[in-house]
C-alpha cells in the first residue's frame, strides 16, 4: 500500500511492479490498469493484517511501527513500510515520542517465498533509503517475512542494492515522464502476472491498452 499525495511522486512499491515486469508496471502506474487475481488478493489480505495504521508498541528495548507512511525527496518515491522494527541502542538516532536512540530495521510482508530475482530486496532497500533520508541514519539490514515458509529473512543492504534502487527509480521516473509502455516480453512469469488478460501478448506487441481499448469503442 502506498500514500501518493504528490504527482510527480511515484509508488515506491511500483518498484517490486518494475523489476517483475516493466511493462506490467507501465499498465498499472502509467496506463491505469488493473486486474486482480488469487496472488493479488492474497497479498492484500497478508497487508492487512500488517497495515494497521502508524500503530506503535513498546516491549523491552524493542519499538514496533506499523504501516509507517515514508518519502524520499531525492528519489521522489512515497509509501508504507509494513512494520519498521526499532531496536534501542547507543548508536542509533532519536525518534520522536521515545526516549532514548534506537537502530532501524524495515521489515517487508510478502504472500509468497523468496523470488530468483531482486523485486522483493529492492523495495526493501527502497524503504531502507527512504527511512535513512527522513531519520538521518545508516540502515544495513532489513527483513522479508514470506507467508508461504512462515520465516523472515535477513537482507543485507549494501551500497551495491541501494545504488541499483537509485538507478532502478530514474528508468521508473523516465518512463512516466514519457508515458511510455514497453511492447510485450512473454515469458514464464506471464502465467502469474495479474494483469494477464489485459495485457493481451498476442494482440498488444504493436499497441498499448488504451489504444487498444479506444479501437473496440469505436468499433
Not at 524503504?127 to 531519520?135: F, G, K, T, V, Y
Not at 545508516?138 to 508461504?148: A, P, Q, V, W
Request: proline share 3%; with cysteine; hydrophobic share 35%.
Amino acid at each position: 500500500m502506498d500514500v501518493n499525495e504528490d504527482e510527480h511522486y511515484l509508488m515506491l512499491s511500483g518498484i517490486q511492479h518494475f523489476e517483475f515486469c516493466r511493462r506490467q508496471w507501465a499498465l498499472i502506474h502509467i496506463e491505469q490498469q488493473w486486474e486482480e487475481n488469487v496472488r493479488t488478493v492474497e497479498g492484500q489480505y497478508l497487508h492487512k493484517k500488517a497495515d494497521q495504521p502508524f500503530i506503535r508498541e513498546k516491549r523491552g528495548d524493542k519499538l514496533t511501527v506499523r504501516a509507517m507512511p515514508v518519502k524520499s525527496e531525492n528519489m521522489k518515491i512515497t509509501g508504507i513500510c509494513d512494520v519498521v522494527e526499532f531496536i534501542q541502542s547507543d548508536e542509533g538516532v532519536e525518534i520522536h515520542g521515545s526516549e532514548g536512540k534506537y537502530l532501524a530495521f524495515p521489515v517487508e510482508y510478502k504472500r509468497g517465498k523468496p523470488k530468483i530475482n531482486d523485486a522483493d530486496v529492492l523495495q526493501l532497500a527502497a524503504q531502507a533509503l527512504c527511512l535513512e533520508e527522513m531519520l538521518l541514519c545508516e540502515i544495513g539490514t532489513g527483513y522479508l517475512f514470506y507467508n508461504e515458509i512462515k520465516h523472515r529473512v535477513e537482507v543485507q543492504l549494501t551500497a551495491e542494492i541501494k545504488d541499483k534502487v537509485k538507478v532502478v527509480t530514474a528508468d521508473m521516473h523516465d518512463y512516466y515522464r514519457r508515458g511510455f509502455t514497453p511492447k510485450v516480453k512473454t515469458g514464464i512469469f506471464c502465467r502469474s502476472c495479474s494483469l494477464q488478460e489485459i495485457c493481451l501478448p498476442e494482440v498488444m506487441n504493436k499497441r498499448t491498452v488504451r489504444s487498444y481499448v479506444e479501437g473496440k469503442i469505436k468499433e
